[in-house]
């Protein structure tokens, strides 16, 4: 058969699109066809790195396994970084092409568009169904004119779209007409109905409202989702980390947990990383926002992040960087550690001389490795191999980062790099102290193999105390989008969603 597209936009950012398109993705898999999943244009700083090499957002990679496929750069071929409240660091294609401001990012987007022209190409030529994602409203009036990705893709891939809601946010019923009514009566033609997602309670209660909409709009509602926390599958960016941050107030800490601590840094990125540890049965993990929340915590992680001197400065400033120094002095059990950018902080000293990343050109770091970053315009991008030194227990994951990273004399590498996008290599990886209490990777996903993260727990369970785990992994992805596309079958009407999908527009 020739591709079909079906395209899932959004009243807003966060209604739960990706997890739809993952679902959706699945389910035609499962039925027989070849899919892919496509989204022109993503911005987020939870990314991945391709089998080629290439970076993309983490959610396209997500949907790309919900369809039994390796992800690709075709998937997303432009991903925005946001490096600052005005600017963002360009990828196309999987590289970055440079930091642009919103204005001059605008002007560039007639290049843009040939390389999401091509993507999309490729893939209609390899697939039969693609599943497209939008971005935040198709609705925002002020952005339409240079749209790449919500109603100008759907019609440029004759990709009839479904409007999808949240629910749980309140006020669904308006944003669906209000969305529809700041389409044109063109836009307004490719919509075809309406999921409502994230509800909490009995359906029945709903009646009123459907009927409401679907005699206003002449619009089917395809289904409700429920609002579900027992399907585990990684979330798309940080707006997802809100929610957990402002439960940190409410945690209780307990000695018979290992008790984790993430900082939430403002251009915190790749929280995914620590997934598997916060799926561990006698795990407590949080992000926090204020260095109180740092007593306690056995373990305090430094995370990944977009602008490494911004959030350096932020720690300073905020107490954070003094907090975590007066942690480890005091608490001779905890262990800190960082990840990429948060490894990069650990040092002496970060130079970014050719401001990739910051308007500074280098900042002091926290001075607890014996390291030295400096930043290079070439891009490290690729998927490894590893193994810890001490122990000879394998990791693996995949690195992204501009800064090239020093050891002083005398210090220590945490990692052997073993393979290097599938080609044997030999490097070090990451510094640790001489006590072990202090260590750093630019492994993201550094914690997903069973036995190391089982490993590294123990030690921690040995320090305070309490019985050791052999623990297999706690998280099946296949089996949780499985589980997702059992959801969506289960509420949606999917006769209508295949017959809008082949009858296209």
């Not at 066809?33 to 997500?62: H, W, Y």
């Not at 409203?137 to 109603?151: I, Q, T």
């Not at 409502?196 to 709009?217: A, P, Q």
Request: charged content about 25%; hydrophobic content about 40%; overall charge positive.
């Amino acid at each position: 058969m020739a591709a079909r597209a079906i395209q899932i936009c959004g009243t807003g950012s966060g209604v739960g699109k990706s997890v739809i398109v993952a679902g959706l993705c699945r389910i035609f898999a499962q039925d027989g066809f070849k899919v892919a999943p496509f989204k022109a244009q993503n911005m987020s700083l939870n990314s991945f790195v391709t089998d080629e090499g290439g970076e993309i957002g983490r959610a396209q990679a997500l949907q790309a396994a919900a369809c039994y496929l390796k992800s690709s750069v075709d998937m997303n071929p432009i991903l925005l970084k946001p490096t600052s409240d005005r600017g963002s660091q360009v990828i196309v294609r999987g590289k970055p092409v440079g930091n642009m401001s919103a204005i001059k990012y605008r002007d560039y987007k007639n290049i843009a568009r040939k390389q999401v022209l091509s993507s999309f190409d490729r893939l209609k030529k390899n697939f039969e169904v693609i599943v497209i994602e939008g971005a935040g409203s198709p609705a925002e009036v002020n952005l339409k004119a240079h749209d790449l990705v919500n109603m100008k893709m759907a019609q440029i891939a004759r990709a009839p779209v479904i409007l999808v809601g949240d629910i749980d946010k309140g006020g669904v019923f308006a944003w669906f007409v209000g969305t529809l009514e700041l389409l044109t009566k063109e836009e307004r033609k490719l919509v075809k109905g309406f999921i409502i997602n994230k509800f909490r309670g009995d359906k029945r209660l709903l009646k009123s409202g459907i009927d409401f909409l679907e005699k206003k709009t002449g619009l089917k509602v395809l289904g409700v989702v429920p609002y579900f926390q027992d399907i585990r599958i990684p979330e798309e960016d940080s707006v997802a980390l809100e929610g957990k941050a402002h439960q940190v107030t409410q945690k209780v800490s307990r000695i018979d947990l290992i008790d984790i601590a993430v900082i939430k840094l403002p251009h915190i990125s790749n929280f995914t990383d620590f997934d598997s540890l916060e799926n561990e049965p006698d795990v407590s993990l949080t992000y926090v926002q204020d260095r109180e929340e740092l007593d306690g915590a056995d373990v305090v992680i430094i995370p990944g992040t977009k602008n490494s001197i911004a959030d350096l400065i932020w720690l300073k400033n905020s107490g954070f960087a003094e907090r975590i120094i007066s942690t480890l002095k005091s608490n001779p059990l905890t262990t800190l550690i960082g990840i990429c950018g948060g490894y990069q902080m650990l040092g002496t000293k970060i130079h970014d001389t050719q401001h990739i990343e910051s308007s500074r050109q280098s900042a002091c770091g926290l001075g607890l490795l014996p390291i030295v970053t400096i930043f290079d315009r070439e891009k490290v991008l690729a998927q490894v191999e590893a193994k810890e030194i001490s122990t000879g227990l394998g990791v693996c994951g995949y690195q992204i980062h501009h800064g090239q990273t020093k050891r002083l004399k005398k210090s220590k590498a945490a990692f052997k790099i073993m393979q290097r996008q599938g080609k044997k290599v030999d490097e070090p990886d990451g510094t640790i102290s001489e006590d072990a209490r202090v260590w750093g990777t630019y492994i993201h996903g550094v914690f997903d193999k069973d036995a190391f993260r089982g490993d590294f727990l123990n030690r921690l369970r040995a320090k305070k105390g309490l019985n050791l785990i052999n623990n297999k992994s706690v998280l099946d992805l296949d089996e949780e989008l499985d589980k997702l596309a059992g959801l969506l079958r289960d509420n949606l009407d999917m006769c209508p969603v295949r017959k809008i999908l082949l009858e296209g527009i």
